[in-house]
């Protein structure tokens, strides 16, 4: 089923060019980073599958996050690998604006 925890506030995503709409938080230890796009949002692991790089430092186009390390991309919302190096996708999470607040759902506590 899994949990919804507040991630960050809309507020933070107000100076952002639209090449760089992401946002890395740690939410329960988790490092996640929150891509506000043009039709909704997308929230996945930071790390990238080919040499966990921060997802969170590269730029965002057409739906798609460009790792900054070697140019792996990913899509932004379900995080299926769409450009080498990398071969792997990484986690996505789903994640819903509330008002003025941004929540991702998360798994239960095991
Ligand atoms: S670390 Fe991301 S593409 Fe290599």
Not at 71 to 97: R, W, Y
Request: proline fraction near 5%; include cysteine.
């Amino acid at each position: 089923m899994g949990r919804w925890v507040k991630a960050a506030s809309l507020s933070e995503f107000a100076d952002f060019p639209s090449y760089r709409a992401s946002l890395a938080v740690d939410v329960e230890g988790y490092d996640i980073v929150i891509f506000k796009l043009p039709d909704g949002w997308g929230a996945l692991d930071d790390t990238c599958s080919h040499e966990y790089s921060e997802l969170s430092s590269g730029e965002v186009w057409n739906g798609r996050v460009y790792c900054e390390k070697h140019g792996s991309s990913f899509d932004c919302i379900t995080g299926e690998v769409s450009g080498l190096p990398a071969t792997e996708g990484v986690s996505a999470f789903p994640v819903e604006q509330r008002g003025e607040n941004v929540y991702i759902q998360l798994p239960d506590y095991s």
